[in-house]
């Protein structure tokens, strides 16, 4: 693998992402998410701000802060302040981007201005749709209204925003697979220029859906390269590939500091073991590389030989950590969703080379990696 565990105190001592979870409820219920939710907990702003200090402490200048997982919208005030208070904190020595993940459901006006005021290169808002009405309310439920549907109250937001400052990020699965295309179409008709797609991986996918999987990005890809105002915007690789997940830290809604976003697969009872702070000790950067060992080792028991020794698309792939630990707490066989994980990585990583130019916007891990062995030279 490209990250190996010996390697991993030098080049992870420091997170450089920050994920904030205000709370872990949200508005939708949707079947194909993978966090637990099972924590009643809320952040409050002073604890916020602390957190903030803490990580914007630390010895890195380039760093991130997203809101994502749960929906951050849930609470405009609380996360407007936030926003605010991460933007006076910006200097020269500490550049910091922040990430705006929303299903769109409250992204009404106000909040809608206050975000639309400040997207820049460091100010991103991504929006989650998956499609056509169909297909985004096929797995997207509106919690406790039955027969609503999501996407229509989503759209009515999304359609005010401008098209070229926002990302999607559009989750597929099997059961829509076959509406690929006229999903697809149907986002980039409507203006928007820059996508993430992303596969469900905690699903099986049949090896009928994979064929489609292939002749949807195949044609997607075809697609973008034809028409080069739409270049560059395409993502194919994102936060499940690479190794983006050791840049991470969460400060979940109980105010402490886990391991990466991922424990919130984990039922809230369970996760202690995956605490390394809070805002009285910091961050305990020994436990960490300590528990990405451990979790490193547990799940490549599951693997041996390592499939991946050898494999082309080791640059671009990574151990699917963030899957062991879903498997594990939902008691799946990770063998067999983690030979689903490499199928689908292999069509994604194939087609992701082929988006002109090659690898552009995909290279965010292998950036973030070589940045952190940078920092990490200089910091040990
Ligand atoms: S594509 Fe499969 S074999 Fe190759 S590195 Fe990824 S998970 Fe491993």
């Given at each position: ?65 997203t809101f994502t997982t749960n929906e951050p919208l849930l609470d405009a ?49 991504n929006i989650s749709l998956d499609g ?249």
């Amino acid at each position: 693998m490209k990250v190996k565990p010996n390697d991993l105190h030098k080049i992870i001592k420091y997170p450089s992402q920050l994920d904030i979870s205000f709370t872990e409820q949200c508005n939708q219920d949707c079947d194909y998410c993978w966090a637990d939710k099972s924590a009643k907990t809320r952040l409050d702003y002073n604890a916020i701000k602390k957190a903030i200090d803490i990580f914007c402490g630390l010895p890195l200048r380039e760093k991130t802060v997203t809101f994502t997982t749960n929906e951050p919208l849930l609470d405009a005030a609380l996360y407007k302040k936030t926003v605010n208070y991460l933007l006076s904190k910006r200097n020269p020595d500490n550049s910091i981007r922040i990430i705006t993940t929303t299903n769109g459901i409250l992204l009404t006006k106000p909040v809608r201005d206050f975000i639309v005021e400040r997207l820049n290169d460091n100010f991103w808002l991504n929006i989650s749709l998956d499609g056509l009405r169909q297909s985004h309310d096929a797995h997207r439920k509106l919690r406790g209204k039955p027969g609503i549907s999501a996407f229509d109250i989503s759209w009515k937001h999304f359609s005010r925003l401008p098209r070229d400052k926002v990302r999607v990020i559009s989750t597929i699965t099997p059961s829509e697979i076959g509406s690929f295309r006229q999903n697809m179409d149907f986002i980039l008709d409507s203006g928007f220029r820059n996508l993430d797609v992303f596969a469900q991986m905690y699903t099986l996918w049949s090896e009928p859906d994979l064929a489609a999987l292939e002749r949807g990005l195949r044609y997607l890809v075809a697609r973008f390269n034809k028409n080069p105002e739409e270049r560059n915007n395409l993502r194919l690789l994102n936060r499940l590939w690479g190794d983006t997940h050791y840049a991470k830290v969460l400060f979940g809604s109980d105010a402490k500091f886990y391991l990466f976003e991922w424990v919130l697969a984990i039922p809230y009872l369970r996760r202690r073991k995956f605490i390394i702070g809070d805002i009285l000790s910091g961050i305990d950067f020994d436990k960490r590389i300590a528990l990405f060992d451990e979790l490193f080792y547990s799940a490549s028991k599951y693997n041996s030989p390592m499939p991946c020794k050898g494999c082309e698309y080791n640059t671009f792939c990574s151990y699917p950590l963030p899957l062991f630990l879903w498997c594990t707490y939902q008691k799946r066989d990770f063998s067999r969703y983690f030979m689903n994980f490499c199928s689908i990585a292999k069509i994604f990583i194939r087609f992701s080379l082929e988006v002109a130019p090659p690898v552009k916007n995909e290279s965010d891990s292998i950036k973030l990696n070589k940045y952190l062995n940078a920092t990490a030279k200089r910091a040990c």
